[in-house]
């Protein structure tokens, strides 16, 4: 099976495609290596692709939300189903650059939904956030839920993308699968991610900023986790039978959380992150920043039904190794 995976130099991208390509499968990558974050690290994260698989992994750089630029780099490739995990992620930059995500997350998103109409592929499953949730106080999050009250733009894109693909699986029955993620956190991992500027920040000696004065819990998820859920929708395409889908559409439409249903403090992982950095962490106590939300946790009781998803990395497990990889990635001594 030959896949295309939009993101593919991003973080959950390139592994989730590590893995489809250990098991035989061929990846067409696509990546417009914007510099939100550092791109020496997209490139990094291609190279290793390119250097564990070689003619396995393919790779385009275009910028999926140009309709123009992503049809003709297309043209004369195929692939069977699509993962569309590329877009303009952050809370918090949503506020500073709103444009960026309408153009990334909403124009880019109809772009890959037209073009896997009009070749008509197997399946498409698409990245969604648990920020679609909002501040909703009932916990934990299940995706039988009502999610009309977004804090921030960049979640009011991610809802846009469900309904749009709502539409596609009712006007043209084009199968797909929308993945809620739930704080994701491992090696080669993303510099803008808590777990990345907080470990950055301790062994550095730095302060790191506590956010509602440490009144925040996450469902952190370990990207092993994240990829055995995500390959799992990606086998399972769900059926055109009128059945009532996750999420609750009747179309070949589902909507998964995938998390690791288990609300942590973020004290106690800040705890978890001073033992595995070997350093006490230096608090910076702050307000609530805008757009952020204090819970997230997830209710996964979905796709473990119809996936068999089973995430089995705690933060105690975790931590450690992306404090491991992050030490190694940037040539310091344990």
Known sequence: MRILVTGAAGFIGAAVSDVLLARGDEVLGIDNLNDYYQVDLKLARRDRLAQLHGNGFA??????????????????EHFDRILHLGAQPGVRYSIENPRAYIQANV?????????????QVEHMVYASSSSVYGGAEKTPFSVDDRVDHPLSLYAATKKSDELMSET?????????TGLRFFTVYGPWGRPDMMMWLFTARILAGEPIPVFNNGEVWRDFTFIDDIVAGVIASLDAPPADDGTVKAGGSTKPHAIYNIG?????HLMDVIAVLEDACGKKAQLDMLPMQPGDVPRTFADI?????????????????GVPKFVDWFRDYHGMKG
């Open 59 to 76: 790779f385009r750089k275009l910028d999926f939300s140009d309709h123009t630029a992503l049809a003709e780099g297309m043209e004369g």
């Open 107 to 119: 124009m880019g998103h109809l772009n890959i939904l037209e073009m896997a109409r009009e070749r």
């Open 168 to 176: 596609y699986a009712h006007l043209y029955r084009l199968p797909q």
């Open 260 to 264: 690791n249903h288990r609300c942590e």
């Open 301 to 317: 009781d979905a796709i473990s039904r119809d996936l068999g998803y089973a995430p089995t990395t705690s933060v105690d497990v």
